[in-house]
């Protein structure tokens, strides 16, 4: 009998994982070319991977490090790549995303099922599920977020942590501390999590912390020498760029930033505060301690320095595997109190009224209701809302940052019939990327000729572009949603700049939300 239980139990894992794998697969590939829309993000990393393919360190004409677009070297290298066998678009992009996606289900679920301690079975099946259907986790790998990449590396970083945690063998260290350090190459904002693993070695074994920081910080150094040897001070202009974007305010603003930012933040997403609890209350001190630790740290710095509302989500997803965990923790925890809750409520209740052979059954078909109306049920319709939304159209909080692809079509269709290489368009990264022509971003054209934006505080000296970049010389502008959406404080100017195109240029060619405007005098 000891010899089919577990073989029992590999058949069930199997068929578990093989389950929640398709699942993932399919709420994260299907329609995935048209749905969600374009966002500006994903143009940047096409824009970027496009001419790093044609040999160019560029992005939409600002020439050398990709920095100052806030873009690490590893991700675009990849998808370049895949330009020698696919031609480049959208699809190609968001592929890498949600294979990343799928991949990282099967990650936790692997993981987790290493963990050799039985109060935590549960976790195995229920944290790989809620990762694969937690509506928010498939939207944003659904987008071609740099992000996403970073969500298998962090499962790969605890779990090696988990290891050295278990058995204080120092290879386990090693390799985290260098996966760590790879992944601070695909997105800079995963330095916060790289300082977590630090302090943590250090509150757990300060002797190791030296080893952890030369290690986890040599990926990131060597990058720093290969940029500035290539691109001297202009490497260290993006650097300065980059790090004034929301940190050059007082510590007291920033602090402030932080609180608001975070009410905000568990407001707008208030499954991440449960996730929080779970991972409290997990019943492994040791790995609860490792998740919050490692979960708290860089949510706290990242809302000092990014905006964390609706559309920002983006830059959690590193950490949606920890939520994930949590919040399966959460629901374990509740169903558990609501058994014992209703079993001491029938038994007080019916004890001196029926035997304990009719209570039994009582208590159990109590429980299953109660579970059916506040777990099964809802799960039922969020699947339900699910499906009708990737087969229909997402409904998201930031619509108006997203492109729809069919009307990029037209747009990319007309552009392409009226245009030469050497024509200047001005448009929302999103659609930019696709033209066969100089094309640059409103907000890169204004900080190079006229002021500073929100993006460029510092704006973007002239001898970076490699073409003249001034709104007088383009031959098109394109107004999309996404430019409408920015406001004077971020970009000063902006919407005058739009009014005297409305005003002066000729609309030539117009969908539901895009309009092309022609400069009268090109």
């Known amino acids: ?82 330009y020698h066998y696919f031609e480049p678009s959208l699809l190609v992009l968001r592929i890498f995303t949600t294979t990343s996606g ?28 809620i990762l694969a259907l937690h509506p928010k986790f498939v939207l944003f790998n659904r987008i071609g977020f740099g992000y996403n990449l970073l969500i298998p590396i962090t499962i790969i970083v605890i779990w090696l ?46 002797k190791k912390a030296p080893l952890v920081i030369l290690l986890s910080f040599t990926p990131l150094l060597m990058y720093f020498i290969v940029s500035y040897w290539l691109y001297g001070d202009a490497f260290l202009f993006d650097w300065q760029v980059t790090f004034e974007r929301g940190t050059s305010f007082p510590i007291v603003h920033q602090i402030a930033h932080i609180i608001l930012n975070f009410i905000f933040f568990v407001v707008e997403n208030s499954f991440v505060l449960i996730g929080i609890f779970g991972i409290m209350s997990l019943p492994n001190r040791k790995l609860g301690g490792l998740l919050f ?9 990242t809302t000092r320095t990014f905006s964390t509302l609706r559309h920002s989500f983006y830059y959690f997803l590193a950490y949606t595997p920890l939520i994930a965990i949590g919040i399966s923790n959460f629901v374990y925890q509740i169903s558990k109190w609501v058994s014992s809750f209703t079993s001491d409520l029938i038994t007080l209740s019916l004890q001196k009224k029926l035997s304990n052979e009719l209570i039994r059954p009582l208590r159990i078909i109590f429980f299953d209701v109660i579970i059916f109306f506040t777990v099964i049920a809802p799960m039922f319709f969020l699947i339900i809302n699910l499906n009708q939304e990737i087969k229909q159209s997402f409904r998201t909080s930031f619509d108006n940052l997203l492109i729809n692809v ?117």
């Open 1 to 82: 009998m000891s010899l089919k239980l577990p073989r029992l139990q590999i058949i069930l894992d199997l068929v578990f994982l093989i389950l929640v794998t398709a699942i993932a697969t399919y709420f994260r590939f299907y329609n995935l070319s048209h749905n969600p829309g374009l966002y500006n993000d994903e143009g940047t990393l096409l824009n970027i991977a496009i001419n790093l393919f044609h040999g160019r360190m560029e992005y939409l004409g600002i020439q050398g490090s990709w920095l100052l677009a806030g873009r690490m070297p590893i991700f675009p290298w990849l998808l370049s790549l895949s």
């Open 102 to 129: 799928v991949f990282s289900v099967i990650l936790l679920f692997l993981f987790l099922r290493s963990i050799s301690d039985t109060r935590l079975q549960y976790l195995k099946y229920l944290s790989p599920l």
């Open 161 to 206: 942590f988990w290891l050295y945690l278990e058995s204080k063998q120092d290879r386990w260290l090693i390799l985290a501390s260098i996966t760590t350090g790879v992944g601070s190459l695909i997105e800079l904002a995963y330095i916060s999590f790289l300082i977590s693993l630090v302090l943590f070695v250090f509150i757990v074994n300060p």
């Open 293 to 301: 630790f490692c979960i708290l740290l860089p949510f706290l710095i």
């Open 406 to 522: 069919s009307e990029f079509n037209i747009i990319f269709n007309y552009i392409q019939k009226t245009v030469n290489s050497t024509d200047l368009i001005i448009a929302s990264p999103a659609i930019a990327w696709a033209f066969p022509s100089n094309v640059t971003d409103y907000q890169i054209s204004i900080a190079v000729n006229e002021s500073p934006t929100i993006h460029f505080p510092s704006g973007i000296p002239e001898e970076r572009m490699r073409f003249e970049s001034s709104l007088e010389i383009a031959k098109y502008v394109v107004v999309d949603s996404i430019m409408r959406s920015w406001q004077d404080s971020q970009i000063p100017g902006i919407e005058s700049w739009i009014r005297k195109i409305e005003a002066t240029w000729l609309p030539v060619a117009k969908t539901k939300s895009i309009v092309i405007y022609r400069n009268p005098s090109r």
